[in-house]
């Protein structure tokens, strides 16, 4: 068990949408009812992740930097070998957003559908975030047919997607399983990885619902991926953690 007693960790939700994702429940929710949604649940860092798009990322990076929250933006990917989340430093420009889409080969008027693929390869995708300085993390991998591991690829190009040097982390859907991911003690995926979980959020109400615990100092993307370097010491889900009683 982890004290979250010790300084630094915060409470955050890594996966998050907007109306700006066409598939989202409730398409008039605002800018501040989403920031506000996630300050009720306690939360102090958001990532604004929607179907290959960047659309709502400002509006909400500004009301949410005047009210506490801390927000990543971001972008979820569609690739033919699962859905990847695209995490960036939190001043990144929305412009660099759009290249980063152009240069994927997302054309704008499929931008907010997840239907639409990237003609990237799954690992290029991991390359390119990298190389736009970012952090990319395999979306809700057990979750059938959007998770690497539940796509219609072949076994061998999963379990390379699972062993590419660009992927930084997984976001899993079955919690319990944590451990094994790890320690990588899942069969014919061997490498170790940090592991978070996000809500998924398509309406307000969704958000927090999966929450982890991280220790950054201060957030941001150096935080982030030193968390996911010390995992062990550094994240930790709700259902681990047990309160300590400082009072005598």
């Not at 970012?134 to 057990?142: D, L, M, P, V, W």
């Not at 978070?196 to 100092?217: F, L, W």
Request: proline residues 6%; aromatic residues 8%.
């Amino acid at each position: 068990m982890i004290n979250l007693n010790k300084p630094g960790f915060k409470k955050v939700d890594m996966h998050i949408h907007t109306p700006a994702s066409m598939c989202y429940s409730e398409k008039s929710t605002t800018t501040e009812e989403i920031v506000f949604a996630a300050i009720a649940a306690g939360l102090e860092a958001i990532a604004v992740t929607d179907h290959n798009t960047a659309a709502r990322i400002e509006d909400i990076r500004s009301f949410a930097s005047r009210n506490g929250l801390a927000v990543f933006p971001g972008i979820e990917i569609s690739s033919r070998g699962g859905h990847v989340i695209a995490l960036f430093e939190l001043d990144t420009p929305i412009k660099r957003l759009e290249e980063f889409l152009d240069s994927a080969g997302i054309p704008p008027d499929g931008r907010g559908n997840a239907a639409n693929m990237t003609e990237d390869g799954t690992e290029e995708v991991f390359q390119r975030i990298e190389r736009c300085g970012g952090i990319a993390i395999a979306a809700h991998i057990e979750r059938w047919p959007s998770g690497f591991l539940e796509t219609n690829q072949p076994r061998q190009v999963k379990m390379k997607i699972h062993d590419s040097h660009y992927l930084s982390a997984l976001e899993i859907t079955i919690p319990q399983n944590r451990s094994l991911w790890n320690r990588g003690e899942v069969r014919g995926y061997p490498k170790k990885y940090a592991c978070i979980q996000g809500s998924d959020a398509h309406a307000p109400g969704e958000i927090g619902r999966r929450p982890v615990y991280i220790q950054m100092d201060r957030i941001g993307l150096a935080g982030l991926r030193a968390a996911f370097m010390d995992y062990e010491n550094r994240i930790t889900f709700p259902e681990d953690y047990t309160p300590v009683n400082n009072h005598p």
